[in-house]
């Protein structure tokens, strides 16, 4: 079995980039898994028993390629800062004996969540390696939301603030309104939807399917 040192996470012999196409298995069993796990908001990466590189879907190549803690480097899955190379190197062994980690990546003051999996498919192993959603609500699905609901522009543009972690009083002064004036949109959006809070609303929002823009850049 590989060994892993401290500065490379996992040899990536078959890494799967933006220009390469789906990967063999997938060519051979199901030609729209490829696609299809590329419409996740949620970065995927897929290492063999050896922690080989098999697949990393839209969301994950994006990721690597931009701040994430995670990166693909040539054929290599890596961790952009050193000290957290143990810490990968421990969870990667311990889904080699079937047990799933949470990791914590990146600043501690804004960690980066990622779930170390184990996978076994007719005797083979692999680990799956599946990062945070990149937000609450893509902007797409958002605007899918607000059309089933009949919002209009401007409660729109309140969710899109709530949905950015804003808080009424900076909303107000953001779309320069008063406060008055935001917490009655509030409860016009809440009517809407039927949503019985505004805890209960961000709820919905959060559980939305992600629809996910075809102009991609990674």
């Known amino acids: ?11 990536a012999t078959d890494a799967f980039s933006a220009h390469d196409g789906p990967p063999a298995a997938a060519r051979s069993g199901t030609p729209w898994l490829g696609p299809m796990l590329d419409e996740l908001d949620y970065g995927m990466l897929l290492l063999d028993a050896n922690a080989r590189l098999l697949h990393a879907n839209h969301a994950a190549r994006s990721a690597c390629a931009g701040e994430h803690p995670l990166q693909l480097q040539g054929h ?3 961790t952009r800062h050193r000290e ?51 937000q609450i609500c893509e902007p797409l699905s958002l605007q899918g939301f607000a059309r089933c609901h009949a919002l209009t522009p401007a409660e729109l543009r309140l969710l899109e603030g709530l949905c950015a972690g804003l808080e009424p009083h900076a ?18 959006i809440r009517a809407k939807t039927g949503a019985r809070s505004l805890r209960e609303l961000v709820r919905q929002l959060s559980v939305l399917p992600p629809i996910v823009g075809s102009l991609r850049s990674v």
């Open 76 to 78: 290599r899955v890596r």
């Open 171 to 188: 909303l107000a002064q953001q779309h320069g309104v008063s406060l008055a004036t935001v917490r009655t949109q509030i409860r016009g």
């Open 84 to 134: 957290h190379a143990p810490l990968l190197n421990a969870a990667l062994e311990a889904a080699r004996r079937g047990r799933r980690r949470l990791l914590a990546l990146g600043d501690a003051r804004h960690p980066v969540p990622v779930a170390v999996i184990p996978l076994q498919v007719d005797g083979r192993h692999a680990t799956l390696l599946m990062m945070g959603r990149r």
């Open 1 to 11: 079995m590989e060994k892993l040192d401290t500065h490379s996470e996992a040899t």
